[in-house]
């Protein structure tokens, strides 16, 4: 900018500061000295002072333009220039570093390369893992029934004896169950404490799937039963043991199995005892009574709730009808 150009900038500034209304005042301001002190507007034609105003404000428009497109190129060529420092300071360090030689780093930068270099080591352990569990003791695993001593019990054989929880321990894991839940148990065989980042667990309305993220999964498949997701959770336990808890939507069967590829336990040889009676409603806490009962009679011989009461409809009968004979009468 000449000295000429800027020769009237004090006046000019003194007479904007006193235009509180802005640029606009000030152009009307400008605009209305012209009316009343000169011909500008009627000393020429009206496409003739438009085009002088236009042409006046376009070629400052370019200036201003220029010199703001010059100040934000100057700009940009600065920060390249400090990226480009910050960036071979960073090199530079990390050079001197990996040479275990003495370098002076600030806390933060200290902090994100020990956090760096434990992510690293952490993602080793994991893909040495190998999202194997912890085996469980052989004599803990359930056994397969071999024989029994009901015929009406054949169908059992070959199937799982429940564990004392009426669930069954695999190889893998283990799992117990009530009418209304099933309690999960998987112990991850890792030399480094797990975090819940680390897991995948995803429990479906049908299906379970658990396992180490980027590892084969420890279980994969359709449930034995629905289960409601939303009362559904899971915990990691001691930092190497996934827990699940499954709560059945269907709270008046046992569960044969966790999921469909495991083996079948036998539901006969389920001790009802083991569950927590208090915990259930009136109605289900009677059907599980009569359940027991009606399976300690059969054990010792005797005649369950419904062969009694075919007994005292029986009798009542016999004593309307006392000319019948009933010697002959037998129940199936």
């Known amino acids: ?17 006193k235009h509180r209304g802005g640029v606009p005042e000030f152009l009307g301001t400008l605009a209305s000295f012209l009316r009343r002190k000169t011909d500008f507007f009627t000393g020429a034609k009206q496409a003739e002072w438009e085009k002088l105003l236009l042409d006046v404000f376009n070629k400052e428009s370019k200036l201003a333009m220029s010199a703001h497109n010059e100040k934000v190129k100057a700009r ?25 030689k003495i370098c002076d780093i600030t806390d933060e930068e200290a902090a994100a390369i020990i956090k760096e270099e434990e992510n690293k080591k952490r993602q080793q352990l994991l893909d040495s893992a190998g999202g194997e569990p912890a085996a469980s003791n052989r004599d803990d695993i359930s056994k397969p029934i ?46 480094f404490a797990l975090r819940a980042r680390d897991l995948v667990v995803s ?7 658990v396992g180490i993220k980027g590892q084969e ?10 289960v409601k997701q939303e009362e559904s959770v899971w915990v990691l336990q001691d930092s190497k043991t996934v827990m699940i808890t499954l709560d059945k939507i269907n709270k008046m069967n046992w569960w044969s199995r966790l999921v469909t590829t495991d083996p079948e336990i036998s539901t006969r040889k389920i001790n009802p005892e083991s569950s927590k009676l208090s915990d259930l409603d009136g109605e289900t806490r009677s059907m599980v009574e009569k359940m027991m009962f009606d399976q300690r009679q059969k054990e010792l011989g005797l005649p369950t709730s419904e062969d009694r009461k075919k007994q005292d409809i029986l009798e009542k009968f016999k004593q309307q009808h006392p000319e019948m004979d009933f010697s002959k009468c037998k129940f199936n």
């Open 1 to 17: 900018m000449s000295a000429e150009e800027g020769q009237f900038d004090n006046i000019l500034l003194a007479v904007a500061e």
């Open 76 to 100: 940009e060529a600065s920060q390249r220039i400090k990226d480009e420092k910050e960036r071979a300071e960073r090199e530079a360090r990390k050079k001197e570093i990996d040479d275990n």
């Open 146 to 191: 071999e024989k029994v001593d009901d015929d009406s019990e054949k169908s059992e054989v070959g199937k799982l004896l429940p564990n004392a929880g009426n669930g069954c321990t695999l190889d893998k894991y283990n799992w117990t169950q009530t009418l209304q839940e099933v309690e999960l148990k998987i112990p991850f065989n890792v030399s």
């Open 203 to 209: 429990i479906g309305k049908k299906s379970l799937k």
């Open 217 to 226: 999964p420890i279980i994969d498949g359709e449930l034995c039963g629905e």
